[in-house]
Nanobody, 118 residues
């Protein structure tokens, strides 16, 4: 059974930093991509950042220069370092892991709340 366990969310003041972690367990076949998405109240879920197995990254324009995604392939863990946080970063953050080969899969974490106070 695949599980994605997220941690690190909470309340932080604007300008502060926070680090999210997501550990995947029960995955047998190697993960292709790992990523973070977020959903604010009343808004659609949006991509924050992704990282491929080779290390290439992709960021939403709104977080470029402030957030850094990284992964530990040996631990099947992905991290999101968030600096210079803004109130508009407040959202539930979801971890996602995918594999495009055979077998194909797409798993989501349960989400962790990040609240940035002004």
């Amino acid at each position: 059974q695949v599980q994605l366990v997220e941690s690190g969310g909470g309340l932080v003041q604007a300008g502060g930093s926070m680090r999210l972690s997501c550990a995947a367990s029960g995955i047998i076949f190697s993960i292709n991509a790992m990523g973070w998405y977020r959903q604010a109240p009343g808004k659609q879920r949006e991509l924050v950042a992704t990282i491929a197995s080779g290390g290439s990254t992709n960021y939403a324009d709104s977080v470029k220069g402030r957030f850094t995604i990284s992964r530990d392939n040996a631990k099947n863990t992905v991290y999101l370092q968030m600096n210079s946080l803004k109130p508009e970063d407040t959202a539930v953050y979801y971890c996602r892991v995918t594999r495009s080969g055979v077998p194909k899969y797409d798993y989501w974490g349960q989400g962790t709340q990040v609240t940035v106070s002004s």
